[in-house]
């Protein structure tokens, strides 16, 4: 049953994303680096990035392993791990893929919140990896769900506009990145 509902959130993905209008700026750089977004917004982030080389974290709970499966089902590499269990091995996948070429992709403030509260995950991945950190906001109108992380599903026909900045170890707090980056 867990392959169907992913198969058919990969569709609904997809399908709501041709419907949208799409502000998507350059990306920022070159090269593999730590794409790090807010937990609530990475449902058209993941619509919106694919075939980009990005290797996607979920969690080893229930809903991780749908988003897992969903990811793979939309072209994105999986790692397993997060905050609460499996941060040591998940780190490590995500050093190896970035030796590989590809960039980990993780939300900042997940598993379990606050919303908006950047971890320091991505800083750490970074600063060990040497490699920049692409972060990414997402402003749209849609639905937001009733959870700790507020999870936006944008409207069909909606415009939906990303906005990247970077960061690199040294340049104050990645949290200090996003707020430079502004709210949606």
Known sequence: MDGVLAWLLSVAVRALALTWRVRLPAWPVA???????????????????????????????????LLA??????????????????GGEALFASVTALREGRSPALAVDGPRGPAGRVHPGAAALAKAAEVPVVLG??????????????????WPFTTVEV?????????GTLAEAFARLGDD
């Open 31 to 65: 090269g593999p680096c730590v794409i790090a977004f807010f937990h609530g917004e990475q449902f058209p982030m993941i619509a919106l990035h694919r075939g980009r080389g990005i290797v996607g974290m979920a969690s080893h709970s229930k809903d991780g392993a």
């Open 69 to 86: 499966a969903v990811l793979e089902r939309l072209g994105y590499g999986v790692i397993r791990g997060s905050t609460s269990r499996g």
């Open 137 to 154: 906001r997402v402003h749209a109108a849609g639905w937001r769900a009733r959870s700790w992380d507020r999870f936006l599903v944008p």
């Open 163 to 171: 906005r990247y900045a970077t960061w690199r170890p040294g340049e």
